[in-house]
């Protein structure tokens, strides 16, 4: 990062310590701080615990999305993350980063319960087969966050399903089949730059 990157990204945390310290709210929660810069064309993260984004960039030669970026969890050990609020963690251990942003990129952010659930290859599937015909272009994103978000609760009750939790459990010497009954929250937004004057094209939130 240089150094206009590692301020921006200071400021991020600063947000986070702020509002940690304004919530008189019991409970702790996990966090994810996005901010797009529209002049430089970047993304600037903060984020504590599992809740993750993922960056998919367009290629227009082969009409499709591959997985450009993927955060990473927080954990002190195996399913505890960390999180902010109530005895939570400290919000200056946010890890942050920043990113090149390119037109048509698509960001999905999400708690656990998409993570856990959904392996990273389907959710590259799902959104490959809402732009496929529209040369990288999702036209309604409302449903792809909806498909993601059912499939993702569908998966959490299957208890013979080897969802990306398991696989997680096993390399942990833990037993454990089936998926991982949570929270959902995906945010899907698609980047489109039009002349600097609007980089996001589409925003979508479904909560489960």
Known sequence: MNKDEIQCGFDLKLLLCKAVNNTKS????????????????????AYVGDSLYMILRYDSVKNNFSIYHKSFEQQHKFNQPYQL?????????????????????????????????????????????????????????????????????????????????????????????GGKEDDITIIISQMKDISQRNILNHQAEIML
């Not at 799902?126 to 966050?145: A, C, R």
């Open 26 to 45: 019991k409970g702790s929660s996990t966090c994810v701080l996005l901010l797009i810069n529209q002049m430089n064309k970047k993304l600037y993260s």
């Open 85 to 177: 609020g109530t005895n939570g963690d400290y919000p200056m251990n946010a890890l942050v980063e920043s990113h090149d942003i390119n037109d048509k990129d698509v960001l999905v952010i999400a708690s656990d319960g998409l993570w856990d659930n959904i392996h990273d290859e389907t959710i590259l599937e799902h959104i490959n087969q809402h732009s496929e015909h529209n040369n990288g272009i999702i036209e309604n994103i409302s449903n792809l966050s909806k498909s993601l978000g059912e499939l993702a609760e569908k998966c959490s009750l299957d208890n013979s399903y080897e969802s990306p939790f398991s696989k997680k459990a096993k390399s942990k010497g833990i037993d454990y089949i």
